[in-house]
């Protein structure tokens, strides 16, 4: 079994997850139901969320999803202790919802979580480049099969493509002017290491940037992690499916880590509460949609003070969750 020593990432807002999402399972777990309740954890990283339900609900079912066949193995050492109860599945999450039944999910879950946030194995052990802080090759893959690296855009987009992917997924102002640097370094030598990279980065921009409150660095492979892996994309393609998945008065919950994140996870729980697809200028409703979630977190929630003094990675996390209602029930959610 894995020892507590191995576990590398600290799971962020574990008792308000557990909070907003556990009387769905704890309905089901008291009510008639011959099956026991299911949790999908969508992001199932080292495990440590799962963790948290199995110790919490003894007749619950969890299935884990990730891409990253090596965090895979991790976490499913750490859950071993609860085998009977626990399926994990190498697969991207957005996939996974559009077949659930192709890996085995026949039944609706009764909770959905979500948590978009990168494990800090990938920082500290995975040897991917995702640190800029590590000399490492620059990967940044989460599937091992994914033909395109991160290397690869660096070297091979347009300079005009490469600071639109900066600007657009690292909200990095001096996008072009690092865009710039790599165009003009690439030309003499492939850059092929995280370090090359983060040196190009800081000497490109100015020197009060580059000294201060976050590493230079940071924005720009933030972006490039987005690209490599399309995460912002599988956001958009997966939620309105999960929800879609869930038993009425199933929940979803979703973490998020910053503002592209949140800002897609926030607009599309909103649609999904309002129902209505009309144009906002129409007099009147003729969609005859309805809503399909009532929102349980009108704000995010964040982590408490103590645990942002424990594991400070977490001070940026959000968190957002809504109940799935029944088909011929509406709600305000205003």
């Known amino acids: 079994m894995m020892m507590d020593s191995d576990v590398l990432h ?17 309905n089901a777990e008291s009510s008639q139901i011959i099956n026991p309740p299911l949790l999908i954890d969508g992001t199932l990283g080292e495990g440590g969320h799962s963790e ?16 990253d066949c090596e965090i895979l193995n991790r976490a499913e050492k750490r859950l071993e202790p609860y085998s009977s109860r626990f399926t994990a599945v190498n697969v ?23 948590d978009f946030g990168i494990s800090i194995y990938h920082y500290e052990a995975s040897g991917r480049g995702f640190s800029f802080s590590k000399d490492e090759p620059l990967d940044m893959r989460l599937d091992h099969d994914s033909s395109i690296n991160a290397e690869y855009i660096v070297n091979t987009y347009a300079q005009d493509r490469l600071a639109d992917v900066i600007y657009q997924y690292g909200e990095e102002r001096y996008s072009r002017r690092i865009a710039a640097a790599v165009a003009k370094r690439r030309k003499v030598k492939a850059v092929s290491t995280s ?20 590493h230079p660095a940071t924005r720009t492979f933030q972006a490039l992690r987005i690209e490599v892996n399309g995460e912002l994309d599988r ?16 929940r979803i919950g979703i973490i998020s880590f910053h503002s592209l994140e949140d800002r897609r996870v926030k607009q599309m729980l909103k ?47 959000r968190f957002r969750c809504a109940e799935k209602l029944p088909a011929d029930i509406g709600v305000n959610n205003e």
């Open 195 to 214: 370090a090359d990279l983060a040196d190009i980065i800081k000497g490109s921009v100015p020197r009060n940037y580059r000294y201060g409150r976050i």
């Open 92 to 114: 991207w999450f957005d996939d996974f919802f559009s077949e659930p039944e192709r890996y085995g999910a026949a039944k609706a879950p009764n909770a959905v979580l979500f």
């Open 271 to 317: 649609k999904l509460a309002v129902g209505c697809v009309c144009p906002p200028d129409a007099p009147q409703c003729v969609c005859g949609g309805t809503p399909l979630v009532k929102l349980l977190t009108k704000k995010p929630v964040r982590p408490a003070e103590e645990e942002v003094l424990e594991n400070p990675a977490s001070r940026s996390a």
């Open 52 to 67: 948290i339900f199995l110790k919490e609900y003894p007749q619950l079912q969890v299935i884990g999803l990730d891409r």
């Open 10 to 26: 600290y799971s962020v807002l574990p008792r308000e997850v557990l909070g907003y999402l556990g009387p769905a399972l704890k």
């Open 235 to 250: 956001i958009d393609r997966v939620l309105e499916k999960a929800v879609n998945s869930l038993t009425p008065g199933g």
